[in-house]
């Protein structure tokens, strides 16, 4: 019989909905029955991708004998941290402090005041690698529940007091300047890997934000050194197994330090993020393959994970069934030199050299991972696209990963504004086009009408959990490059009916430091506050770049103080973990260099001589710049305020720190104006 999940809308819950296990969906009702039954709270924490969290399910959740005892002793509470972010914080960050380390799955003992006590991520069925079975660490719990309750729970009292304890300090709020930046780009030189890219040991995570701090200061200060991690870092990352040689895309992390073994699943935020680097990067340096990789990674997102409603979904599992019903962790994408010769027959020697296929395998039983080694002599170009797209063609028939199909509305944000200066870049008006339909879905579904965001929705059904920083802050960032794009003053509207909400309910207004969670958000035993830059920007650092691009856009000074504010935070952890504070770094950077503001007008945007001079300010590596494009004395976007033609001409004028530059009508002298 279904638990109560079965009418939830994360795929991650509904994968747990048919367990023998009568779990609750985080909701007061659960922490209610608690109360009642005076039972302890079980919290596990995942997410739909998570390769061990479907080992735990399998070999705990799904068992009978473990539900039984579970269901007796505990009120057990399933959460999908992609869903609720604020209760994944606020935990992993009890389990980091108790432990030194936190992960996925997250296992937590809570008192029925939702107090933590335990903490553990996997537990195994059985005692192994000096790690108690998940039996004996429930037994134990149980134990020390009913035998000593004042003990456990002033061990949660204690927990929770030094949580409260751990509020950030973070010097001024004064942003970081020049001594700051060139702060931190020396620590990201001392912790580079010269021989491979990127930066630090295994496991190896895409540095997105990082290369794109590396480009904006290459491109502010002429750093050779700057640009030469950032180029470096991307050849070797799209030469790796970490990206798919034959569909495009990246996967999440690299297990070793040379990028061949990746961890497959693939992540939306990942893709949209690292999209738009190396669209950046090819704007920086024409790389060709900087260009091959953000298209293939565009047209990734949109072939495969985009949903019937014009959103795009969460993730693609890492394991899929090997063919022999065994779900295997990257069965998917791995290759044989056998498996090779049925494909290709004679081909196949070519393919094994080119991709890097070997008789011992890179990856697990005698598989390898896809790579472009370097190596000495020249391919048949024609010869290795016939060969990819017939390897491609067989993949298909494989068994796919599974998909999360749950929309995020941060990570939507992030993968509109790749797929619009990505097919703006490169004149492909259907990548605009895809990110126009899922901007339309986040308006349509996500917003209320009090332009107040729902995180996720599923099959056009909105979810029930509350945006939180990042979902308005990515979101605003996507609709201000879809207006830089379009010229369609709607969606700098809408970023700042977002970024209202930023001012009004995330914003500490004595400190100006930004919380996670809205002031009026569900309470929790702390509001979260993260400054930090993981796998995707922090809301506190997605929220200084939007605020400071819609300041620069509208001119509104609120917008720019709090952005200034916001940015203290990088003054201070910029030159201590830069590796830890990109998209930070990367928005003190437009600070530094205005961001310059770009007007360009023109009869209309069909006119040719109105269209290079965009394009021209759309390819300006200055950092951070924005760009509105439209009739002169048009009211669809400030900027084109009082700009007039110049001499009956189509014109760019370029501002910053409140001087302007003559109006040009010469795309070349705006070329000059925004890359030196």
């Given at each position: 019989?279904?638990?109560?999940?079965?009418?939830?809308?994360?795929p991650?819950?509904?994968?747990?909905?048919?367990?023998?296990?009568?779990?609750?969906?985080?909701?007061?009702?659960?922490?209610?029955?608690?109360?009642?039954?005076?039972?302890?709270?079980?919290?596990?924490?995942g997410?739909?991708?998570?390769?061990?969290?479907?080992?735990?399910?399998?070999?705990?959740?799904?068992?009978?004998?473990?539900?039984?005892?579970?269901?007796?002793?505990?009120?057990?509470?399933?959460?999908?941290?992609?869903?609720?972010?604020?209760?994944?914080?606020?935990?992993?960050?009890?389990?980091?402090?108790?432990?030194?380390?936190?992960?996925?799955?997250?296992?937590?003992?809570?008192?029925?005041?939702?107090?933590?006590?335990y903490f553990?991520?996997?537990?195994?069925?059985?005692?192994?690698?000096?790690?108690?079975?998940?039996?004996?660490?429930?037994?134990?719990?149980?134990?020390?529940?009913t035998?000593?309750?004042?003990?456990?729970?002033?061990?949660?009292?204690?927990?929770?007091?030094?949580?409260?304890?751990?509020?950030?300090?973070?010097?001024?709020?004064?942003?970081?300047?020049?001594?700051?930046?060139?702060?931190?780009?020396?620590?990201?030189?001392?912790?580079y890997?010269q021989?491979?890219?990127?930066?630090?040991?295994?496991?190896?995570?895409?540095?997105?934000?990082?290369?794109?701090?590396?480009?904006?200061?290459?491109?502010?200060?002429?750093?050779?050194?700057?640009?030469?991690?950032?180029?470096?870092?991307?050849?070797?990352?799209?030469?790796?197994?970490?990206?798919?040689?034959?569909?495009?895309?990246?996967?999440?992390?690299?297990?070793?330090?040379?990028?061949?073994?990746p961890?497959?699943?693939?992540?939306?935020?990942?893709?949209?993020?690292?999209?738009?680097v190396?669209?950046?990067?090819?704007?920086?340096?024409?790389?060709?393959?900087?260009?091959?990789?953000?298209?293939?990674?565009?047209?990734?997102?949109?072939?495969?994970?985009?949903?019937?409603?014009?959103?795009?979904?969460?993730?693609?599992?890492?394991?899929?069934?090997?063919?022999t019903?065994?779900?295997?962790?990257?069965?998917?994408y791995?290759?044989?030199?056998q498996?090779?010769?049925?494909?290709?027959?004679?081909?196949?020697?070519?393919?094994?050299?080119?991709?890097?296929v070997?008789?011992?395998?890179?990856?697990?039983?005698?598989?390898?991972?896809?790579?472009?080694?370097q190596?000495?002599?020249?391919?048949?170009?024609?010869?290795?696209?016939?060969?990819?797209?017939?390897?491609?063609?067989?993949?298909?028939?494989r068994?796919?990963?599974?998909?999360?199909?749950?929309?995020?509305?941060?990570?939507?944000?992030?993968?509109?504004?790749?797929?619009?200066?990505?097919?703006?870049?490169?004149?492909?008006?259907?990548?605009?086009?895809a990110?126009?339909?899922a901007?339309?879905?986040?308006?349509?579904?996500?917003?209320?009408?009090?332009?107040?965001?729902a995180?996720?929705s599923?099959?056009?059904?909105?979810?029930?959990?509350?945006?939180?920083?990042?979902?308005?802050?990515?979101?605003?960032?996507?609709?201000?490059?879809?207006?830089?794009?379009?010229?369609?003053?709607?969606?700098?509207?809408?970023?700042?009916?977002?970024l209202?909400?930023?001012?009004?309910?995330?914003?500490?207004?004595?400190?100006?430091?930004?919380y996670?969670?809205?002031?009026?958000?569900?309470?929790?035993?702390?509001?979260?506050?993260?400054?930090?830059?993981?796998?995707?920007?922090?809301?506190?650092?997605?929220?200084?770049?939007?605020?400071?691009s819609?300041?620069?856009?509208?001119?509104?000074e609120?917008?720019?103080?709090?952005?200034?504010?916001?940015?203290?935070?990088?003054?201070?952890?910029?030159?201590?973990?830069?590796?830890?504070?990109?998209?930070?770094?990367?928005?003190?950077?437009?600070?530094?260099?205005?961001?310059?503001?770009?007007?360009?007008?023109?009869?209309?945007?069909?006119?040719?001589?109105?269209?290079?001079?965009?394009?021209?300010?759309?390819?300006?590596?200055?950092?951070?710049?924005?760009?509105a494009?439209?009739?002169?004395?048009?009211?669809?976007?400030?900027l084109?305020?009082?700009?007039?033609?110049?001499?009956?001409?189509?014109?760019?004028?370029?501002?910053?720190n409140?001087?302007?530059?003559?109006?040009?009508?010469d795309?070349?002298?705006?070329?000059?104006?925004?890359?030196?």
């Amino acid at each position: 019989m279904p638990n109560r999940l079965a009418h939830e809308t994360s795929p991650y819950l509904l994968q747990h909905a048919d367990n023998p296990v009568d779990w609750w969906p985080w909701s007061d009702q659960a922490f209610e029955e608690a109360r009642r039954s005076g039972k302890p709270v079980l919290l596990s924490v995942g997410y739909s991708s998570c390769h061990w969290c479907h080992v735990m399910a399998h070999e705990s959740f799904e068992d009978e004998a473990t539900a039984a005892y579970l269901n007796e002793h505990f009120v057990n509470v399933k959460v999908d941290r992609e869903e609720r972010p604020d209760v994944d914080a606020v935990y992993m960050e009890a389990v980091q402090a108790a432990t030194g380390q936190g992960g996925w799955p997250m296992t937590v003992f809570l008192t029925p005041d939702a107090e933590p006590f335990y903490f553990g991520t996997y537990f195994p069925p059985a005692p192994r690698h000096g790690m108690p079975s998940f039996r004996q660490v429930l037994e134990g719990v149980q134990q020390a529940w009913t035998g000593r309750r004042d003990e456990v729970t002033e061990v949660a009292g204690k927990i929770v007091r030094d949580l409260a304890g751990r509020e950030i300090s973070y010097g001024d709020s004064l942003a970081p300047g020049e001594e700051e930046l060139a702060g931190a780009l020396l620590g990201l030189t001392r912790e580079y890997d010269q021989v491979r890219g990127g930066f630090g040991g295994a496991p190896k995570f895409p540095p997105s934000m990082v290369v794109e701090f590396l480009l904006r200061h290459h491109a502010r200060t002429g750093s050779e050194g700057a640009l030469q991690m950032a180029a470096d870092t991307c050849e070797r990352m799209a030469r790796g197994g970490i990206y798919d040689q034959l569909g495009g895309g990246f996967s999440r992390y690299s297990v070793d330090r040379e990028w061949t073994v990746p961890h497959f699943e693939k992540m939306l935020y990942d893709n949209a993020l690292l999209c738009r680097v190396y669209a950046h990067l090819w704007r920086s340096t024409g790389s060709g393959l900087a260009r091959r990789v953000a298209l293939e990674t565009a047209d990734f997102m949109v072939g495969e994970l985009r949903t019937a409603e014009g959103g795009f979904a969460s993730a693609l599992d890492a394991d899929s069934d090997d063919g022999t019903g065994k779900h295997v962790e990257g069965a998917y994408y791995v290759w044989t030199p056998q498996q090779l010769r049925e494909v290709l027959g004679e081909d196949a020697e070519l393919a094994a050299q080119y991709f890097g296929v070997t008789e011992e395998g890179t990856f697990e039983e005698g598989s390898s991972v896809l790579q472009l080694p370097q190596q000495e002599g020249v391919f048949d170009a024609e010869k290795v696209a016939g060969v990819r797209a017939r390897l491609l063609a067989a993949r298909a028939g494989r068994p796919a990963p599974g998909r999360d199909d749950k929309v995020v509305a941060a990570w939507n944000g992030l993968a509109i504004a790749a797929l619009a200066e990505t097919g703006a870049y490169f004149d492909r008006p259907d990548l605009v086009e895809a990110a126009v339909c899922a901007a339309d879905l986040l308006v349509r579904l996500h917003l209320d009408e009090h332009a107040q965001l729902a995180r996720t929705s599923k099959d056009g059904q909105v979810g029930a959990n509350a945006g939180v920083l990042e979902d308005y802050a990515d979101v605003a960032e996507g609709f201000l490059a879809l207006a830089s794009v379009t010229g369609e003053g709607v969606w700098l509207e809408f970023a700042g009916f977002l970024l209202d909400h930023v001012l009004t309910r995330f914003v500490d207004a004595e400190l100006g430091a930004l919380y996670d969670t809205a002031v009026d958000a569900e309470r929790l035993i702390r509001r979260p506050q993260d400054p930090t830059d993981n796998a995707a920007p922090s809301g506190w650092t997605a929220a200084a770049n939007a605020l400071l691009s819609y300041a620069a856009q509208t001119g509104s000074e609120p917008h720019r103080s709090a952005a200034e504010r916001a940015l203290g935070v990088v003054k201070a952890l910029g030159p201590r973990v830069p590796r830890f504070i990109g998209w930070g770094l990367a928005a003190a950077e437009a600070r530094l260099d205005g961001p310059r503001e770009i007007a360009v007008v023109g009869p209309s945007l069909d006119d040719p001589a109105t269209r290079t001079l965009h394009r021209t300010a759309l390819l300006g590596t200055a950092p951070g710049a924005v760009v509105a494009v439209g009739a002169p004395e048009s009211d669809e976007l400030p900027l084109l305020a009082g700009r007039p033609l110049v001499g009956g001409e189509p014109a760019a004028y370029v501002c910053r720190n409140f001087t302007c530059d003559a109006p040009t009508t010469d795309p070349e002298r705006l070329r000059e104006a925004l890359n030196g």
